[in-house]
């Protein structure tokens, strides 16, 4: 695969919200912006989501990986023209007689963005890029397995969303 390459789509649907939370309730829930789903983070809080997935054989293993958040703010609770802060991490679940936890205790050292949300409510923002060197990612190489977590860091001084909510619609990795 080449730079930009997309290796994984996950639509909000396939993130699941860690244990202190839970689509139905706070700092969670399933939000609905238009005709775009979204996992919602309520403002000041430090929560975040997750996934298992595979990476493609046609991953080159090279650089490393670039995740892309396509966020907003949300129309019923906005809080436009604020920054929202995220961190990315990723980390292997098996492979190779190799055998890891399905939890955060190998992920990679956490790697962090910030996006400026639309001076409009509900739009959505030019999407967040982040991207994990390939030192940081564990091991996770082509045709493995891997854990991935996304975290909305709404304590960090650099978020400024404080009041309304921040709506995270896909999560894109691609190839760095």
Partial sequence: MASGDTLVQLP??????????????????LATDGYSRAIAFGPNVNSGVYAVRRMPATYSD??????????????LNPAVS???????SIAPVGGAGAYYPFDTTNLGTEQKGT?????????????????VAKAVMGGVASGKF???????????????ATAGRVLLHNVTITET
Avoid: C, H, M, W
């Avoid at 090279?62 to 907003?72: D, M, Q, R």
């Avoid at 996006?115 to 991207?131: D, F, N």
């Avoid at 854990?147 to 400024?160: F, I, K, N």
């Fill in 115 to 131: 996006v400026t949300l639309a001076s409009t409510s509900g739009q959505a923002a030019v999407p967040l890029t982040i991207t």
């Fill in 62 to 75: 090279s650089t490393g990986i670039t995740f892309n958040l396509l966020v907003s703010d949300d129309p």
């Fill in 12 to 29: 909000p649907q396939d993130l699941i919200p860690e244990n202190e939370g839970n689509p139905g309730g706070p700092p969670y829930s």
């Fill in 82 to 88: 604020k920054n929202a802060r995220f961190g990315v």
């Fill in 146 to 160: 891997f854990l991935l977590r996304v975290r909305r860091l709404g304590t960090d001084a650099l978020d400024t």
